[in-house]
DNA sequence: AAAAAAG
């Protein structure tokens, strides 16, 4: 019972942290003021933009200032959309983009470009008063980090020191970034430098930024492209793919803040809606497009889209992009299409984990790439705590009342904190979603098998907390940026242990705490032995019953041969690597640039 | 074996 106890406690104390649930808000971000003098937190770049108090970002002196940029307040132009280098003209048949030069308040037609950040300023500054939440770099410092490859550039300390052009600058300041993280410090100067990479990085320690930054200035800067000109067809510069339909939006919306007033025009396409809105987007000009797999095959041979003047490619959650049930989709993309070869764009993959077999696959993809891997303290991972109980099947759902009844009690100012519910399967996540429901606990659910308009409605109101829980399948698993979710149920725990970094990534996000609960049973020995190192590495109690599990099973893929490491080691440095060796991850005994501390599968919350 | 991704 005693764990019973210390669970509430853990689910209290997180969830006080994360009451600051919003009643409307789709993007919650946290304060990017001083510490509150407690520890020093982590806070991922892109929640970081919550502004301090209610005025607009300071503007610069390229242009007169307005007080407000918002759509519809009238014509305010104080951010330089055209500077110098950027007089890009619409191509693509969408005629002459008239963003920069708009005359009054009046053309909110087509070519009115929305301020993508424009309606945060009431939802965030309910949030200021509750939170306070530090940024702290100081971490930073001790973050191993790992190159490899000819000729490394090196590694910038401030946003200054890269000329990434005025406009984005303005962005970037508007975002309140104030210095770049490990992954953009390493991965800008890379991209800058016109290499390809191999990027290990969390998705919320601002990898978004560090492949989109390089690609909007690259093609503010780059010649004005001579499109070939065919009726009906678009050729975007850069291509941004990704894993799932939600997470494609993400990396849209942010596309979109940073390529904001600058031209550079961020088109998305995804499966599951109408094809004919994207289309319509398409058709009036995009220069980068973000796109799922099978809507971009589609576009792809209906001739609506080419990739023939593609300069940059980036694969977000590469290693999922490159397993079995991608690989032939984006090969197909990126090989049996119109896309120029490898030496002649620019290609980044970034992921969180790189077995070694992924890395072999996205060779393929790259030319003379550079190698990076980001690590981070095992401070970070403190901020999750992980719990393994060992619970039947059978007993699942009660236990899982148990923890939710407990959360309830504790929940100050009668507001659930965000819980969210991994399970195997999407018919057990609708069985379950609705047994919560009929159990007096609002749960909604998000899985393949719903429609995508159920999926982001699922996704608003967990967001919102309307239904503070969501049941979820491994569609949720990687990349989402849900702020306030301060609990992790792994109901069925995955197969796969990269799976449950990935799961349990979702809590412990911006500087605050959560808590990560998996219910473990027979069923699950083959992940014993990787998830008692994984949870032994993150410092983590590791229950005698588990290391005993671990001792006598044996984990299939999930074993780590030479004791394991976490995957971000360039598998070209593996002496074996062109040996067909067997080992999922690449590699030896910290033989890189990881020092001891810093092994096994630490990739903990990383996306 | 399941999930995701086109319709």
Redesign the pocket.
Known sequence: MTTRTSWADLAANSAAENVGVGSSSDSIKVAGSTSGGGRPAYVPPHLRNRPLSVDPPAPTSSGPASSNDRPGQGGSSWAAARNGYNNRSGYGGSGVRGWGGRSGGWDRGRDREVNPFGNDDDTEQAFSEQENIGINFDAYEDIPVETSGDNVPPPVNTFAEIDLGEALNLNIRRCKYVKPTPVQRYAIPISLAGRDLMACAQTGSGKTAAFCFPIISGIMRGPVPQKPLRARTVFPLALMLS????L?MQIHEEARKFSYQTGVKVVV?????P?NQQLRELERGVDILV????????LL?RARVSLHMIRYLALDEAD?ML????EP?IRKIVEQMDMPPPSVRQTMLFSATFPREIQRLASDFLANYIFLAVGRVGSSTDLIVQRVEFVQESDKRSHLMDLLHAQRANASQGKQALTLVFV??????DSLEYWLCMNGFPATT?????S?QE?EQALRSFKSGATPILV????AARGLDIPHVAHVVNFDL???ID?YVHRIGRTGRAGKTGLATAFFNDNNSSLAKSLADLMQEANQEVPAWLTRYAARSFGG?NRRPGGGRFGSRDFRRDSSFNRGGSDYYGGGNNAGGYGGGYGANVASSWD
Request: charged residues 35%; glycine residues 12%; proline residues 6%.
């Open positions: 894993p799932t339909r939600e494609s396409a995804y499966g599951g809606a094809i796109a799922t797999p099978g809507r971009l095959v589609d041979e999922r397993d079995m049930g991608f989709q195997e399967t999407k018919k057990g996540a998000i899985h393949g098998d719903r995508q999926r979820a399948t491994d569609v995955p197969n796969d799976d893929r």
